[in-house]
C-alpha cells in the first residue's frame, strides 16, 4: 500500500528489514530484500550509496545494513515517543506510523501550492543548500 506507493513516486529502494512484514508479498520492483550480499562489496557498496535515507521504524537488524547508511542523513519515521536512532543520523524525526506518514506524504503537491520540503524530503535552504540527489527507503 502506502509504503510502496510512496517508494514508487520517489523512485526509492526499500530494502526491507529481516523483521519488517514488508518482505513478503507481491513482488514489487521497489523491494530489496537479499542486500547484504550486494553491500559486501565495497566497489557496489560506494555507488549505491544514498545521499539521504527515510528510515521507518526501528534501526535495521543487519549489522551490514546499519553499517552502510552510517553518517547519512535520515528521517525516521516511528510511531514509538523513543529516540531510536542508535548512530545519531536522524535530522528530523515524526512521532507517527509509517504507513500514515508514508500516506500522508506529497512528494509533488502540484503548481500554485507552497512546498515546505525540497524534492528529497530535506528543507531547502535556498543557493548552495541544494537538497540532496539520492535516497533509499530501509
Known amino acids: 500500500g502506502q509504503v510502496w506507493r510512496l517508494a514508487e513516486r520517489l523512485g526509492l529502494p526499500v530494502l526491507t528489514d529481516a523483521l519488517s512484514g514488508l518482505r513478503f508479498g507481491a513482488a514489487r520492483p521497489e523491494r530489496v530484500t537479499h542486500y547484504d550480499s550486494l553491500l559486501r562489496n565495497p566497489d557496489v557498496a560506494r555507488r549505491l550509496r544514498p545521499d539521504w535515507v527515510l528510515r521507518l521504524g526501528a534501526a535495521p537488524v543487519s549489522k551490514t545494513l546499519g553499517n552502510w547508511v552510517a553518517g547519512i542523513p535520515s528521517i525516521l519515521v516511528d510511531p514509538s515517543s523513543q529516540w531510536r536512532d542508535p548512530g545519531h543520523d536522524a535530522c528530523l524525526r515524526l512521532e507517527a506510523s509509517p504507513l500514515s506518514a508514508c500516506g500522508a ?27 540532496p540527489a539520492t535516497g533509499a527507503m530501509v
Open 105 to 131: 506524504c506529497r512528494p509533488d503537491p502540484g503548481p500554485g501550492v507552497d512546498r515546505p520540503l525540497a524534492s528529497g524530503g530535506f528543507p531547502h535552504r535556498g543557493p548552495g543548500h541544494e537538497p
